[in-house]
């Protein structure tokens, strides 16, 4: 692999895990790591979250790539498609919870074989089926637990206006209804594109489609790798309702009679 295909990898990274990482939510505290630093300087970085690099290790073994930074490895993780499509999803489950599985407290009980059936090589497959959060909705208080569902998984949008160093952005949010996760009508958010003086992605203009991770602007989104977000975003979608839609009223997640 040549060192600008490295850089790229450990730059993208870098783009999308800044946000959660700078709100304290996953890695170690690495934000100005992945705000300015060297690819070498992220590539120290990245091997250190729990979440994110188990999923980049099984993807670049199952894939045949050497590197789990790789931008096509790291692509594939945070977007779906790419490499991972070609992946047998249940393999790739199986791989990663023998990873994590041992990692993991009580609070992740429910990281079993019950899981492989919601299982893909990509972020969404880890905010709906692998974080605990899903588990939480359907007990009274949806809140908190559908505001993170719906910060932490990647979304698209299209930019309608700058506004100086702001965009408005259209989107559409998460909603709970009749149990299930659906897309709701799109909504606009003005959301700040530099961040403490970065700009992920330079020159934005109206109509540009763009990917948003905890309120923060990733990058822009090729027409391609929108499709794979918009795709893997609504399978995992409909593979995680199934699951919701068989629990009991009272939340428990016990097949209905």
Same mark, same amino acid.
């Given at each position: 692999?040549?060192?600008?295909?490295?850089?790229?990898?450990?730059?993208?990274?870098?783009?999308?895990?800044? @946000?959660?990482?700078?709100?304290?939510?996953?890695?170690?505290?690495?934000?100005?790591?992945?705000?300015?630093?060297?690819?070498?300087?992220?590539?120290?970085?990245?091997?250190?979250?729990?979440?994110?690099?188990?999923?980049?290790?099984?993807?670049?073994?199952?894939?045949? /790539?050497?590197?789990?930074?790789?931008?096509?490895?790291?692509?594939?993780?945070?977007?779906?498609?790419?490499?991972?499509?070609?992946?047998?999803?249940?393999?790739?489950?199986?791989?990663?919870?023998?990873? /994590? +599985?041992?990692?993991?407290?009580?609070?992740?009980?429910?990281?079993?074989?019950?899981? $492989?059936?919601? @299982?893909?090589?990509?972020?969404?497959?880890?905010?709906?089926?692998?974080?605990?959060?899903?588990?939480?909705? +359907?007990?009274?208080?949806?809140?908190?637990? &559908?505001?993170?569902?719906?910060?932490?998984? /990647?979304?698209?949008?299209?930019? &309608?206006?700058?506004?100086?160093?702001?965009?408005?952005?259209?989107?559409?949010?998460?909603?709970?209804?009749?149990?299930?996760?659906? $897309?709701?009508?799109?909504?606009?958010?003005?959301?700040?594109? &530099?961040?403490?003086?970065?700009?992920?992605?330079?020159? $934005?203009? @109206?109509?540009?489609?763009?990917? &948003?991770?905890?309120?923060?602007?990733?990058?822009?989104?090729?027409?391609?790798?929108?499709?794979?977000?918009?795709?893997?975003?609504?399978?995992?979608?409909?593979?995680?309702?199934?699951?919701?839609?068989?629990?009991?009223?009272?939340?428990?997640?016990?097949?209905?009679?």
């Amino acid at each position: 692999m040549t060192a600008a295909a490295t850089d790229a990898g450990a730059e993208l990274f870098a783009r999308y895990a800044y @946000a959660p990482n700078h709100l304290g939510y996953c890695g170690p505290p690495a934000g100005d790591v992945l705000r300015t630093g060297t690819a070498a300087q992220v590539r120290a970085a990245a091997r250190r979250f729990s979440g994110a690099w188990p999923y980049l290790q099984v993807l670049s073994a199952m894939s045949g /790539i050497d590197d789990p930074l790789d931008p096509r490895v790291v692509a594939s993780y945070w977007l779906g498609g790419g490499v991972g499509e070609r992946l047998d999803p249940r393999e790739f489950g199986a791989r990663l919870l023998a990873v /994590i +599985g041992p990692q993991a407290g009580h609070y992740w009980a429910h990281l079993t074989d019950d899981l $492989l059936d919601e @299982a893909a090589g990509n972020h969404a497959f880890h905010v709906f089926g692998v974080y605990p959060w899903t588990r939480l909705l +359907g007990r009274g208080a949806d809140r908190q637990p &559908l505001h993170v569902l719906d910060s932490c998984r /990647i979304t698209w949008g299209t930019v &309608l206006a700058r506004h100086g160093d702001d965009v408005d952005v259209r989107y559409r949010p998460l909603r709970l209804a009749g149990g299930a996760l659906r $897309l709701a009508d799109p909504v606009v958010a003005r959301i700040p594109v &530099l961040v403490q003086g970065h700009d992920p992605a330079p020159g $934005l203009t @109206a109509d540009d489609a763009v990917a &948003l991770h905890w309120g923060r602007i990733c990058g822009r989104l090729e027409r391609g790798r929108l499709h794979e977000l918009r795709s893997s975003t609504l399978r995992q979608l409909d593979r995680t309702n199934r699951r919701l839609l068989r629990r009991t009223p009272d939340g428990q997640g016990r097949s209905a009679p």
